[in-house]
């Protein structure tokens, strides 16, 4: 049975404060993890991604998506979430308690995702508290206790750099070697506000995204170690989940809004886009939020905003070698850029890296994704639109 939170505990994490100034501190890590370590081999070649179509009120969503995965959900949980991040049953309770507080800031900040996550729960077969500690995973990880891994580059293109007048969001997904040939698509339908196709792995079914009102978003980590603001993550809404919640907003400006007004709860580098070829970079740490709009082109590697990299006004700001290889790229074909060339972008060796687990291009103007598991898969790109 989880402990439950006490009084005085709650009061601390629900004002805000960061999970190490209390009694309620998140099980550390036993060894450091090193930055930018080379992962494992990954697993033999997976197949092509699956689509599950969602349907329904709130609750009948999750409920469809829990039962639909539930033993994935219940192996992801117990693989990628208690096996690395708790080694016994104290810190097995700490981590429900610290996701039960989150739950009440995720009733707060958007109901119909709570909704959803109370059905999945149901669905799988679990408690709330065991669904919602999935959707930390990248809150979890800042903690350092995961095996090291290389993290994803995100980046977006539209006019005047396109050539076909397009819109596109992209990224290489580097990840855990244990999750690859994990991932799917949804298509989550709803009947109030835009649809999601969404790139899924088992308890996260918006890992990136794109939706019917043409918001398109991949993402990046903070790196590891960079402890910008406190020494770990605070009760507030998980990144998966806010992930969800701004592609469920119509513009890119309600997104942005949303973003602004929620309670993060850790790190994260959001890009994003519309189909009118406006871009946007939204990074977000447990203390604060910086957006930034761009024109053209866009790539992140962890931070890249002047306020939360901390870079000197009117000083480079640092970059991450992908990063910068990624700019290098797209200003070689700046003006000449569609998807193919995006693609050939993405598939160039130092984009993708031995720990890339997918690649993925939203087209954020024609409102259709294409995926592919990258050289250890099929090795083809797979569309996927909102008529499936």
Request: charged share 25%; hydrophobic share 40%.
């Amino acid at each position: 049975m989880t402990r439950l939170i006490r009084r005085r505990d709650f009061l601390t994490l629900s004002a805000g404060g960061l999970l190490a100034s209390s009694g309620f501190a998140l099980p550390g890590p036993a060894t450091p993890a090193k930055e930018e370590a080379k992962p494992k081999e990954l697993p033999k070649p997976a197949a092509e991604h699956t689509l599950t179509v969602i349907s329904g009120t709130p609750r009948e969503r999750g409920r469809q998506y829990g039962r639909a995965f539930k033993e994935p959900i219940r192996e992801f949980l117990n693989r990628e979430v208690f096996a690395p991040f708790a080694k016994d049953a104290a810190q097995r309770d700490k981590l429900l308690a610290y996701a039960a507080a989150c739950a009440k800031s995720v009733a707060a900040f958007s109901p119909e995702i709570a909704e959803e996550l109370a059905g999945a729960a149901e669905g799988a077969e679990l408690r709330l508290e065991e669904l919602l500690l999935i959707t930390l995973h990248e809150e979890l990880y800042h903690r350092g206790v995961i095996p090291a891994a290389t993290h994803c580059t995100a980046m977006a293109i539209g006019p005047p750099d396109t050539d076909d007048g397009n819109t596109y969001v992209a990224e290489t997904w580097d990840w855990m070697p244990t999750v690859f040939g994990l991932s799917s698509m949804v298509l989550w339908k709803r009947a109030k506000g835009p649809s999601l196709l969404g790139y899924a792995y088992p308890g996260l079914w918006a890992g990136a995204g794109l939706n019917s009102a043409g918001i398109a978003l991949c993402w990046t980590s903070a790196a590891l170690g960079q402890k910008f603001d406190g020494d770990g993550p605070r009760v507030g809404i998980p990144t998966y989940l806010l992930i969800a919640h701004l592609l469920y907003q119509e513009t890119l400006d309600a997104a942005i809004a949303e973003a602004r007004r929620g309670q993060q709860a850790g790190w994260f580098t959001f890009v994003l886009a519309d189909g009118k070829g406006r871009l946007a970079n939204i990074e977000g740490s447990p203390k604060q939020v910086a957006v930034e709009m761009h024109r053209g082109h866009l790539a992140r590697v962890y931070y890249g905003t002047q306020q939360m990299t901390k870079a000197p006004p009117g000083q480079p700001i640092p970059m991450h070698p992908r990063c910068r290889r990624t700019y290098e790229l797209f200003l070689a074909k700046q003006g000449k850029l569609n998807r193919k060339e995006l693609q050939k972008i993405i598939e160039t060796p130092g984009i993708t890296e031995p720990g890339t687990i997918d690649q993925m291009i939203f087209n954020a103007t024609t409102r259709e994704a294409h995926l592919s598991r990258g050289p250890r898969g099929p090795g083809r790109w797979k569309r996927f639109a909102f008529d499936a």
